[in-house]
């Protein structure tokens, strides 16, 4: 149970503290952080107090039970957006990531609409269309990487939801400049720029930070470009994000500002493709890696007449779900929650918080527990058929007041593409030794990109 203590006097029994100092601990949890999650779950539990140079002390939580505590708290508890420090340069500070209390709210409700319920279902033709139009690039007999490929989907998709761009020279430029931009974090290294604000320095066009901050800035001036022009063409106004951020009001009947509308906007470009992109390069992996998989998966599609199936047909397929929620349980593309910051003292699976430290949930570690998921190790779908997991248990897309708002629309992409893609291609694997996930940025991404090559077209 919660309980808000009104006396910050109160003596704390704090959980344990990882010994090793925080500058090793810094360094491993960029360049080794499974080892580095799988060493303090085994040695210290499931909550621990882990510091992180130039961060605050963070409580590291992995047990459902205090999962359930912390997503079921009030959510004036918890502060996140001076936890959002990393995103920030990228994002801007009006970013919803970075949003708290009643602004964070609100934008909420007006950004949910179109990735749910009718709206989304709307862009299901569209996703398939683009993956077809993608894939078909594809020749037999030659081998392609897929975490580009499916990223170039990914990209298209979000760009015709967001912006309902499609073609055209504005287009076109933001696609390959948002890729450079994230291309920046390819190698796991290159993170602490992320991760340190003091190397966040200009150092020319050469240098990582110099040309980062250089491609933000060509990115900015292509967005507020279509920002103007959209803003004097009311007529042009669609289906899209942009089109309903324009017209917005707030209490005092103020439209968004084009700063406001141009952080949301990043936010919801950088958010919502590139985590989807790894996650259907790693679902390729596993498909492939396991034929079992593969063919367990082409018995079920071919139980439907997917040329004319309805995409909402397809998305209750239910061994495909599993196959997409193990692809999410046994390496969820981002490790941790948001961090949340108290604002007040907390206790939390019996241990005292005080106000300040933050709280951060460990996806990574909560799906590797055996007690929950045995043999973890294992990618084994039929999990998700033998039993439901509770939001406590299985959390790729985080929980409570901050649960990942691209959630419904990511799952339903993903099985789209892999429907278009699998009924279309007989596809190898031509990885030999097992992948592991490696950090990109704050994201984490199979090793190498996943080499797959076409073995026929249907
Ligand atoms: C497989 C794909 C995706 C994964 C694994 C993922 C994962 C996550 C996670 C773990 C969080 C933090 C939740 C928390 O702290 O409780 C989050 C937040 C968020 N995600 Fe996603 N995400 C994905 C796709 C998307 C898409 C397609 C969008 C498109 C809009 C999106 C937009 C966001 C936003 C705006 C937030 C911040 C929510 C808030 O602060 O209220 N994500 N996501």
Redesign the pocket.
């Known amino acids: 149970m919660i309980t808000l203590q009104e006396n910050s006097q109160t003596s704390y029994q704090l959980p344990p503290q990882v010994i090793e100092p925080a500058w090793y601990q810094t360094a491993r949890a960029i360049l080794q952080p499974l080892e580095n999650l799988d060493w303090h779950q085994k040695k210290y539990g499931d909550i621990f107090i882990s510091r992180f140079l130039g961060l605050p002390s963070q409580v590291i939580i992995s047990h459902p039970q205090a999962i359930q505590e912390l997503f079921t708290a009030d959510a004036k508890l918890f502060e996140?957006g001076s936890g959002g420090r990393i995103v920030q340069p990228l994002l801007g500070s009006n970013s919803?990531?970075l949003l708290d209390g009643d602004r964070?709210l609100q934008q909420?409700k007006l950004?949910m609409p179109p990735?749910h319920g009718e709206r989304m279902k709307a862009y299901g033709n569209s996703i398939c269309e683009i993956a077809t139009q993608v894939t078909s690039q594809w020749q037999i007999g030659q081998a392609f990487l897929a975490r580009p490929s499916m990223q170039e989907i990914s990209l298209k998709v979000?760009l015709r939801t967001v912006f309902g761009l499609t073609e055209g020279e504005r287009y076109q430029q933001i696609q390959r400049i948002l890729i450079e931009m994230l291309d920046t974090f390819n190698q796991p290294l290159s993170a602490v720029f992320l991760f340190f604000s003091s190397l966040q320095k200009d150092l020319g066009t050469w240098s990582p930070w110099g040309k980062f901050i250089r491609r933000r800035k060509q990115l900015d001036e292509l967005i507020y470009q279509e920002i103007r022009e959209r803003r004097q063409q009311p007529e042009s106004q669609g289906e899209d994000i942009l089109s309903l951020l324009l017209s917005a009001r707030d209490d005092n009947n103020q439209p968004m500002s084009d700063v406001e509308l141009r952080d949301e906007l990043m936010?919801?470009l950088f958010?919502?493709?590139e985590?989807?992109a790894i996650?259907l390069a790693w679902a390729l992996y596993w498909i492939h890696y396991q034929p079992e998989v593969r063919e367990k998966l082409l018995q079920e599609l071919n139980s439907i007449d997917i040329a004319n199936a309805d995409p909402t047909t397809i998305a209750q397929l239910p061994y495909l779900n599993a196959v997409c929620s193990e692809t999410?349980r046994i390496y969820?593309?981002?490790f941790f929650?948001?961090p949340r910051i108290l604002q007040a003292p907390m206790q939390l699976m019996g241990y005292d918080l005080p106000k300040g430290m933050t709280i951060s949930a460990c996806?990574y570690s909560t799906h590797h527990r055996p007690d929950i998921y045995p043999e973890p190790e294992r990618f084994r779908p039929e999990r998700f058929l033998e039993r439901q997991f509770s939001p406590y248990e299985f959390l790729?897309?985080?929980?409570?007041?901050?649960?990942?708002?691209?959630?419904a629309?990511?799952l339903f992409?993903?099985k789209l593409v892999l429907t278009t893609i699998l009924s279309h291609y007989s596809l190898e694997l031509l990885e030999k030794a097992p992948l592991k996930p490696v950090r990109r940025g704050i994201v984490f991404t199979p090793a190498g990109g996943v080499r797959l090559m076409v073995k026929h077209k249907f």
Request: aromatic share 8%; glycine share 12%.
């Open positions: 996140t919803l990531v964070h909420r950004l990735f979000i936010t919801m958010a919502g493709h985590t989807t996650a999410l969820p593309i981002v929650c948001l996806i790729p897309f985080g929980g409570g007041n901050r649960r990942c708002l691209g959630m629309f990511a992409e993903m």
